[in-house]
Structure formats: structure tokens, C-alpha cells
């Protein structure tokens, strides 16, 4: 037994859940949703955004799908959704843990680091590693006695 936890039990905490800690499987899904979230966003950014013809384009007044594309991305990320939705749900994970909320800020803070949100997407970020600590039902018992 470790000193920290013989100082707890004699304090009378003692730990009656797991920390939260994704599955093999679960893990492997949000690595996926990870990497393609990323590399939309990269699409986005310099396949899209930053390329000077479809900038042109898009400005003498094209109509196609990537104007639309691009033109609601722009409108996106100029109003922070992605950081402000990658920190409410990195904030939902942090008080209450489950791999649903895990995912969904982890998808939107990769989105928002890359398309300018990088504030609000780096706390997410931030709030999503301080929730492995978290325990997975969130209680810490009190012995009675």
C-alpha cells in the first residue's frame, strides 16, 4: 500500500470508482474521429480558405459548393462555434464523464486548433486531459463509521 493512500483511508476517503479511461475500442474510434477531424480541418484551411483561386473565385461571385463550403466555414470559425462547442463539451466531461462528450470536444477543439479558435480549443483541450483525472462516476465516499 502506497503512503498517499494509507493517508486517505485514515482520513476516511476512499476511492469507490475507476478513473475514466476510454476502452481499447473506444480509444481506437476517438483516434479515428481525431485524425479525420484534423484532417478536415487542414482541407479546409489550405485546400479551401486559403487558396487564392477559390478565393478569387468565390469573390467574383461563384456559386458552386466549395463558395458554400467555404463561405460557411469562414462564418464558423469567425464566430468561435468550434472552440465555444469543443469548451462546452469539454466542460459537460469534465463534470460528468462519458465518451460521447469526450469525443465531441476532442473533434471540435482539433477542428477549431486549425480553422483560428485556438484559445477557447486550446482550454477544451486543457479541460479534456484534466478529465482522465476525473473519476468515471465523479463520487469520492466518505467512510462511516
Do not use: H
Not at 477549431?112 to 479534456?128: C, F, I, K, Q
Amino acid at each position: 500500500m502506497k503512503a498517499w493512500e494509507s493517508m486517505a483511508i485514515k482520513a476516511g476517503v476512499t476511492n469507490q470508482g475507476e478513473l475514466f479511461r476510454p476502452t481499447l475500442r473506444q480509444g481506437l474510434a476517438l483516434g479515428a474521429m481525431f485524425v479525420a477531424a484534423l484532417g478536415a480541418a487542414l482541407y479546409f484551411r489550405y485546400g479551401i480558405i486559403e487558396n487564392r483561386t477559390i478565393g478569387l473565385a468565390c469573390d467574383a461571385g461563384d456559386v458552386s459548393f466549395i463558395c458554400r463550403l467555404r463561405l460557411a466555414t469562414i462564418y464558423l470559425f469567425n464566430s468561435n462555434v468550434f472552440g465555444a462547442v469543443a469548451i462546452a463539451a469539454a466542460a459537460l466531461q469534465l463534470c460528468r464523464p462519458n465518451i460521447v462528450a469526450f469525443g465531441i470536444g476532442l473533434v471540435f477543439a482539433a477542428l477549431g486548433l486549425v480553422l483560428y479558435n485556438t484559445r477557447l480549443s486550446a482550454l477544451a483541450v486543457a479541460l479534456l486531459v484534466l478529465s482522465l483525472a476525473r473519476l468515471a462516476r465523479g463520487d469520492l465516499r466518505t467512510k462511516a463509521g
